[in-house]
Structure formats: structure tokens, C-alpha cells
């Protein structure tokens, strides 16, 4: 399974970004989807996540602002940041789970994308 994440980049505070996933390969469902963040010398943390049934979750710091949304038949996830704040500077990491064919749970990461948010 291969997920590739576009978007990102430089955005002063207050403005927006959009971040797209698309996870490829050969798999029998992705169940969760979903953004994680790691800012410098800090761990990794979840930003948000959408499961193939509808749910989402977010972490405290970007609810209200960041808005994540799935398209399970084209297996894409879209995460539409608002009211950008500098602490929200970050490599973002697309993550999946998916059920392979084998029926194995399997985790999957896309190669960071870079969000700086600075004036």
C-alpha cells in the first residue's frame, strides 16, 4: 500500500492550506485514514483521523479549525486547515490501516509533507 500526500508549504497566520492523501496498491479495505504532525523536537501526535464508517476524530489543539474528509471510492482523504497558527508548523504524515487481502492489519505511512506557517 502506497499513500501519497500532496499539499502543504508556507502560509502566514490566519490563512489556510489543504492537504490531500491518496492511498494506492492492493488491499482489501482502508479502515483508518488519517494525518499525524511532528514538529520539531517534539513526538509525533495525531492531527486527525476519519474511519471508512464515517467517524472522525481530532486533536484538541486543531478542533474547529481543521476539517477532515474521506472519499472511501477513490480511497482519498482531505484535511482543509483554517485559522493557521504558527504552532501548527509541522512535517504532516499521511497514515492509513488497511485490511490486506491476506486479511493482516497492516499500518502504512506517506513521506512528510512540510506546513510552515509563519509571516
Known amino acids: 500500500v502506497q499513500l501519497q500526500a500532496s499539499g502543504g508549504g508556507l502560509v502566514q497566520p490566519g490563512g489556510s492550506l489543504r492537504l490531500s492523501c491518496v492511498a494506492s496498491?492492493?488491499?482489501?479495505?482502508?479502515?483508518?485514514m488519517g494525518w499525524y504532525r511532528q514538529a520539531p523536537g517534539k513526538q509525533r501526535e495525531l492531527v486527525a483521523s476519519?474511519?471508512?464508517?464515517?467517524?472522525?476524530n481530532y486533536a484538541d489543539s486543531v478542533k474547529g479549525r481543521f476539517t477532515i474528509s474521506r472519499d472511501n471510492a477513490k480511497n482519498t482523504i482531505n484535511l482543509e486547515m483554517k485559522t493557521l497558527r504558527p504552532e501548527d508548523t509541522a512535517v504532516y504524515y499521511c497514515?492509513?490501516?488497511?485490511?490486506?487481502?491476506?486479511?493482516?492489519?497492516?499500518?502504512?505511512w506517506g513521506r512528510g509533507t512540510l506546513v510552515t506557517v509563519s509571516s
Open positions: 497514515h492509513a490501516v488497511a485490511i490486506l487481502v491476506s486479511l493482516h492489519r497492516e499500518e502504512y
Open positions: 476519519a474511519t471508512s464508517g464515517g467517524s472522525t
Open positions: 496498491g492492493s488491499f482489501t479495505l482502508i479502515t483508518d
